[in-house]
């Protein structure tokens, strides 16, 4: 009896616990959003951070070594995981995924040889010629002189990038051609990024507007994500050092649907079934950075990214209606073809507060206040957790560069900001700062200078 009453719970929907892998603002986001899944019966986040338990969002499991893969694979064995989801890129270019789908266990993220999408620009470009993906022009080179006497033959402006990953530094967009031999000569002969550094290519400049776009990939089939935008400078009017992004708002109106639809027919397809062709289906989130040139109006690929963008990744999960755990799990298997997703209409914004400082040396362990108020000022206000921890007394303490993430919807753009916004003024936290012009781009322009 109680088998046929189980029987027949499974037939509506499959129901699974989901084990997130990572800690921040973006693992936050999407362990809420599965845990209002139908179909998802318990979300854990492995190490996790003090806002994602202190919300119930999840079960974190602080102590759990993301780095080994057998202890991975023993937890989800433990506790009946039906499906893990890796947010960052660390542990998929360390070859998590590999080890998890060889043990049967369904796994949200590429495989470390797909992940060479991300990790190696050189393997990207070449899939980018093999498949006639647009990108900027370029060569690759492992001796200066070579390099060099390309620059030359080009001329200024144009772009030099270490092959493997450099933290987002590794790209200089040389706007002379002895910025761009300088670049030559810290990557080859200085080795400043160690191997990461030791081929560079050397790309065409592509002027325009810059623009991110996402894709849910089974290994054969994708769909697109609703479009979003970041901010990557730390200061107002996208100014000053480069961070892992201030702010992010979600429609992002320089993606038209028919952008969309070239972005998918021209990139997006061509790549998963070039990689499916070369023997690495890709299974994941496919984060393409794009420039929408100016001189045609059409994408090329700057860069790909193999995991959701984080703040990206909470506009979008705000704004998702449909069930996360089961389209991952669809995407797993390979079921992806004739899944749609639903969106929430309007719009949604995300601030990012970061701790005085940041992206140079910032203090730790300063306490912030105030946080369930802020979530009470607005509808739809919600606070995720990048970097924070609980002291000894109970309080949040700051613990990253990048700490919390204020998250709003709302009608359109503006109410989504306004409502984000009087989220920030409630929280208490003097050694914190966050950028007062998120979404400018994207408002009308007597609207940017009156926020906060
Ligand atoms: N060909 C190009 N023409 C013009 N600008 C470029 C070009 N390639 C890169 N850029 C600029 O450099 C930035 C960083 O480049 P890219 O995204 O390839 O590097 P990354 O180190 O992987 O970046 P991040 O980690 O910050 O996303 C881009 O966002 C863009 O502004
Ligand atoms: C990895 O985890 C397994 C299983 O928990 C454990 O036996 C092993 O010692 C761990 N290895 C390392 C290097 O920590």
Redesign the pocket.
């Known amino acids: 009896m109680a088998w046929k009453f189980r029987k027949f719970c499974v037939l509506l929907v499959e129901r699974v616990a989901v084990l997130v892998i990572g800690g921040g603002g973006r693992e936050h986001a999407l362990c809420h959003t599965l845990k209002r899944s139908p179909s998802c019966d318990a979300v854990f986040c492995a190490p996790g951070n003090a806002g994602i338990s202190t919300s119930g969002d999840a079960t974190c499991i602080e102590d759990l070594d993301i780095s080994n893969s057998s202890a991975v694979i023993a937890f989800c064995r433990k506790w009946g995981i039906g499906m893990v989801v890796v947010g960052p890129e660390a542990p998929l270019v360390a070859g998590l995924a590999n080890d998890l789908v060889k043990d049967g266990i369904p796994t949200f993220g590429p495989s470390s040889e797909a992940a060479a999408l991300e990790g190696s620009k050189d393997f990207m470009k070449r899939l980018c010629d093999k498949y006639a993906i647009p990108t900027?022009k370029y060569q690759t080179f492992t001796d200066p002189l070579d390099a060099k006497s390309y620059i030359k033959d080009q001329g200024a402006p144009i772009?030099v990038?270490a092959d493997g990953l450099?933290a987002?530094k590794?790209?200089i967009?040389a706007m002379t051609l002895d910025e761009a031999y300088d670049a030559v000569d810290s990557m080859l002969v200085k080795n400043v990024f160690g191997s990461a550094g030791c081929r560079v290519i050397v790309?065409?400049?592509?002027e325009g507007e810059?623009a991110s776009f996402f894709a849910l990939v089974d290994g054969e089939n994708a769909i697109p994500l609703e479009s979003a935008q970041d901010h990557?400078r730390v200061g107002d009017g996208d100014v000053g050092p480069?961070t892992g992004g201030m702010g992010a708002y979600s429609p992002a109106p320089v993606l038209t649907k028919d952008l969309q639809d070239i972005v998918m027919e021209t990139i997006i397809f061509p790549t998963v079934r070039g990689m499916a062709a070369e023997g690495c289906k890709f299974v994941g989130v496919l984060y393409a950075?794009l420039?929408i040139e100016k001189k045609s109006g059409l994408p090329k690929l700057?860069?790909y990214n193999v995991r959701f963008g984080d703040p990206e990744c909470q506009v979008l999960m705000v704004r998702l209606e449909s069930d996360l755990a089961q389209v991952l799990l669809a995407a797993c298997k390979g079921q992806l073809a004739g899944v749609s997703l639903e969106w929430s209409p309007g719009s949604a914004m995300v601030v990012v507060m970061a701790s005085e400082g940041y992206p140079g040396s910032y203090k730790k362990g300063t306490v912030i206040k105030n946080l369930e108020e802020a979530e009470q000022v607005a509808p739809t206000v919600k606070v995720f957790h990048a970097g924070t921890a609980l002291d000894a007394d109970g309080n949040f303490i700051a613990t990253g560069g990048r700490v919390l993430g204020v998250t709003a919807k709302g009608a359109d753009l503006l109410e989504a900001r306004d409502r984000a916004y009087q989220g920030v003024k409630q929280i208490n936290w003097p050694a914190g700062f966050y950028r007062r012009d998120i979404g400018w781009r994207a408002l009308p322009s007597e609207t940017t200078t009156t926020t906060a």
């Open positions: 900027a772009v990038k450099a987002g590794g790209v967009v790309e065409e400049y592509l810059e990557k480069n950075g420039m700057i860069e």
